[in-house]
């Protein structure tokens, strides 16, 4: 099996963005990837290889963050979780209007069913393909696709 250490360094930043897409909280979203890769680690011996090791893990994590709401019974409100980070812009004004702008997209975004919003999560900002957020979702690649081109058109008629 693949040193453990090897798959942290390799996948870390892979599942830490898949989590930040759910969790919309940089902290929380570091303590559940190394909750995943403990987790991984013990089970590390169920891994057949039936399909890329970072859509396993991005599973783990999944399931780590359905727990987590459960135990919490949280509802997650990206308008007030999101936190933009945006490293190279020229000025203020054109932060503040591409924070508009995604602030609007994300508060558009929780019109659409919960399916709809992660497969656009994954899509968008954990940058998967349609293959692997089907696995991640237990639901075939062309469901993922359309499912994301659905969601996409309801936002264009949004505007």
Request: hydrophobic share 30%; net charge neutral; with cysteine.
């Amino acid at each position: 099996m693949q040193d453990i250490e090897k798959i942290y360094e390799e996948y870390f930043e892979t599942v830490n963005k898949y989590l930040f897409c759910l969790t919309h909280n940089n902290d929380l979203s570091e303590e559940l990837t190394q909750e995943t890769f403990y987790k991984a680690t013990k089970k590390i011996d169920t891994y057949k290889g039936e399909c890329k090791m970072s859509v396993w893990l991005c599973q783990i994590a999944k399931n780590l963050w359905y727990d987590q709401c459960r135990k919490k019974q949280k509802i997650i409100n990206v308008e007030e979780k999101d936190k933009l980070y945006i490293n190279s812009l020229d000025s203020l004004e054109e932060q503040v209007i591409l924070n508009d702008e995604k602030v609007s997209l994300y508060k558009r975004m929780q019109n659409l069913d919960e399916k709809t919003r992660e497969v656009i999560y994954l899509r968008i900002t954990g940058e998967l393909s349609f293959k692997e957020i089907g696995i991640i979702l237990n639901k075939t690649e062309t469901w993922a696709r359309v499912t994301f081109y659905r969601g996409k058109k309801l936002l264009k008629e949004g505007d």
